[in-house]
């Protein structure tokens, strides 16, 4: 017995993503639309594409029709949204394909000289090259996806782990709270330390990033980690290479232990001291 078109999409695939920018989602599903169009339309396969409520994790139709092709518009940027695809075959059965998650992106753009826009392949070669102010101007584009994959199937992130170098502690480090939480939502660790033992609290203390050391410390970021060079906090860090004051108070204020002491017996105070001296 021959196998009806829709008996074989009984295990559909879930929709493809195409184009996404700050405000739309391109979805696509052209294994499903392989099937003939012939007769009359009330004779073809249906397509409902579904996205899911946040609120009430329930699923409401956003396009029906015979097309195997949909753009979302309006969206908010730097959000993740959830679609899933039903096609109902003329007889009224029906099947649903897995979700897809996806993310629209920052409404900032970056352009490089000539309109070429930034893309994955040179997150990736920036990555590689551990250049930091590369991987930063290209995740703050809002061009490129933070989790697009090489040509191994490999992500950025996976990347730099590998190579002991850590994109959420890049982007503590250079201020970029959007980029931040991005990857906070895609799974990144305040937990995760880089090959001298210092966390993204250590990086974002020492670029002296206010907005973004508030925005982690109300996330549950600890502030007295130790280093595992030194044995730095990221207090210590501050009265000993910056000497900023106000993200010193900043992590006092978070409950910082103002007299901790690091591998040589010295505590922030100690520190402080001999940086002021020094630069006079």
Same mark, same amino acid.
């Given at each position: 017995?021959?196998? *009806?078109?829709?008996? /074989? =999409?009984?295990? =559909?695939?879930?929709?493809?993503?195409?184009?996404?920018?700050?405000?739309?989602?391109?979805?696509?599903?052209?294994?499903?639309?392989?099937?003939?169009?012939?007769?009359?339309?009330?004779? $073809? =396969?249906?397509?409902?594409?579904?996205?899911?409520?946040?609120?009430?994790?329930?699923?409401?139709?956003?396009?029906?029709?015979?097309?195997?092709?949909?753009?979302?518009?309006?969206?908010?940027?730097?959000?993740?949204?959830?679609? /899933?695809?039903?096609?109902?075959?003329?007889?009224?059965?029906?099947?649903? *394909?897995?979700?897809?998650?996806?993310?629209?992106?920052?409404?900032?753009?970056?352009? /490089?000289?000539?309109?070429?826009?930034?893309?994955?392949?040179?997150?990736?070669?920036?990555?590689?090259?551990?250049?930091?102010?590369?991987?930063?101007?290209?995740?703050? *584009?809002?061009?490129?996806?933070?989790?697009?994959?090489?040509?191994?199937?490999?992500?950025?992130?996976?990347?730099?782990?590998?190579?002991?170098?850590?994109?959420?502690?890049?982007?503590?480090?250079?201020?970029?709270?959007?980029?931040?939480?991005?990857? /906070?939502?895609?799974?990144?660790? $305040?937990?995760?330390?880089?090959?001298?033992?210092?966390?993204?609290?250590?990086?974002?203390?020492?670029?002296?990033? &206010?907005?973004?050391?508030?925005?982690?410390?109300?996330?549950?970021?600890?502030?007295?980690?130790?280093?595992?060079?030194?044995? $730095?906090?990221?207090?210590?860090?501050?009265?000993?290479?910056?000497?900023?004051?106000?993200?010193?108070?900043?992590?006092? *204020?978070?409950?910082?232990?103002?007299?901790?002491?690091?591998?040589?017996?010295?505590?922030?105070? &100690?520190?402080?001291?001999?940086?002021?001296?020094?630069?006079?």
């Amino acid at each position: 017995m021959a196998t *009806s078109g829709f008996q /074989r =999409l009984s295990k =559909l695939d879930p929709p493809v993503i195409g184009k996404v920018n700050h405000h739309s989602i391109e979805l696509y599903w052209d294994e499903a639309g392989k099937e003939p169009k012939t007769g009359p339309p009330e004779q $073809w =396969l249906r397509f409902s594409l579904e996205e899911e409520d946040p609120k009430t994790h329930t699923y409401g139709n956003i396009y029906i029709g015979y097309g195997t092709k949909h753009t979302v518009e309006g969206l908010e940027p730097s959000t993740s949204y959830k679609f /899933r695809l039903k096609v109902t075959s003329p007889t009224g059965e029906y099947t649903y *394909s897995p979700v897809v998650s996806v993310s629209t992106t920052s409404n900032t753009c970056v352009w /490089r000289v000539g309109g070429e826009p930034l893309s994955g392949k040179q997150l990736h070669h920036a990555v590689n090259m551990d250049d930091e102010v590369e991987v930063t101007k290209v995740l703050q *584009s809002g061009t490129v996806m933070v989790d697009v994959p090489d040509k191994l199937g490999f992500t950025p992130l996976m990347v730099a782990a590998q190579k002991g170098f850590f994109s959420l502690m890049l982007a503590c480090f250079a201020g970029h709270l959007d980029v931040i939480k991005y990857l /906070r939502k895609c799974g990144a660790t $305040w937990e995760t330390h880089d090959l001298g033992g210092c966390t993204a609290m250590h990086w974002a203390a020492d670029g002296g990033q &206010m907005p973004v050391i508030s925005y982690m410390i109300n996330d549950g970021c600890k502030v007295d980690v130790k280093d595992s060079g030194s044995l $730095w906090t990221p207090l210590m860090r501050v009265s000993a290479v910056t000497g900023d004051a106000d993200v010193a108070s900043l992590l006092i *204020s978070a409950g910082a232990d103002v007299n901790v002491k690091d591998k040589d017996g010295k505590t922030p105070l &100690m520190n402080i001291v001999n940086l002021l001296e020094g630069k006079k």
